[in-house]
């Protein structure tokens, strides 16, 4: 049986969903890769991958015998903003690499993560639509727009199946973010955890899409093992959990941690956060292929807190 390639294993959705492969498919059916010396899943087959290397991803496709790809290396929209032409070339040479590796090596299916940065100041600031204005203002946001474009044509042209979600922003404490504007509500758990105040680089009252990594993780399954002929939305589908605002998030932890204390500091990713949505209308998803978050917000609060406490006891 052809094997499971993820791409960018060491990373925050990754170092999850390649556990999640793993329970799904088996060890020896996964294949871990990202730019590091070394992987982060000692059961899995690990492979040294720059994805903007495209000689060296044909390798391992090869190597691998490789059917399916999960593409999840990039650059997000904090980092994307300090160091544009990097993240450029990263999701987009990244993306283009994958895509014709998929095209030569007539892989099965391709996973690749869009996100909320796609949509911007003129897309509905509450429910917005899975079709409709879209003028991100990030590098990282126009990478995302632009990439899902490109897995549209290559479905369209070459009849591939290409599968993609607009990630919220994701929660998680099993691997750092890569630099992103959602990660403010990463810290401020972190922070709560290790008895420590908390500085949040967005305003109290900034409410953004956000989703606990569990839930995007069965997405991402539940949407690849989806039938086909279910999949009727092109493109990249909108996927919700719930939203909140910083001083939401620190009014919960507060409950749970009476001393936690939080200032806010708004600095530049303040104005990325006010060209995203606040909601996310995933109506396809959930019509298309049963969609439905698992996790409430205070769930997510609570177990992410008991997941660090038992890391720094
Ligand atoms: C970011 O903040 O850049 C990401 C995203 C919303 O895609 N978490």
Known sequence: MKKILV????????????????KVHGAKQVVASDIQPAGKHP????ETLDVTDAKR?????????????????????AKGEEHPEWAWNLNMTGLLNVLEVARQAKLAKVFWPSSIAAFGPSTPRDN????????????????????EHWCTWYAEKYGMDIRSLRYPGL?????????????????????????????????????????YMPDA????????????????????????AWSFSPGELVAIIKQ???????????????GIADAWPRSIDDSSARQDWAWAPAY???????????????RNP
């Not at 998680?172 to 890569?178: D, F, I, L």
């Not at 105040?197 to 899409?209: I, K, N, Q, Y």
């Not at 749970?256 to 303040?270: G, I, L, N, V």
């Open 7 to 22: 791409i960018g294993a060491n990373g925050q959705i990754g170092t999850e969903l390649a556990t999640a492969l793993v």
């Open 217 to 240: 993780v069965r997405a991402t399954i539940e949407l690849m093992s989806a039938p086909k002929e279910n999949l009727k939305t092109p493109g990249s589908y909108n996927l919700a």
């Open 256 to 270: 749970r941690c009476a001393s936690f204390e939080a200032t806010y500091k708004p600095d530049f990713r303040q």
């Open 128 to 147: 917005a639509p899975q079709i409709g204005p879209m003028d991100p203002k990030t590098v990282y946001g126009i990478s995302k727009l632009a990439g």
């Open 43 to 46: 059961e899995l087959s690990y």
């Open 296 to 310: 409430s917000l205070v769930e997510m609060v609570d177990d992410m807190l008991m997941h660090l406490a038992t």
């Open 57 to 77: 991803l044909a390798e391992v496709v090869r190597q691998h015998d490789i059917g399916e790809i999960y593409h999840l290396a990039a650059a997000l929209s």
């Open 171 to 211: 929660i998680s404490y099993s691997a750092e973010p890569g630099g992103g504007t959602t990660d403010y509500a990463i810290q401020a758990l972190f922070a709560a955890a290790a008895g420590s105040d908390f500085t949040s680089f967005l305003d109290a009252d900034s409410t953004l899409p956000m989703m």
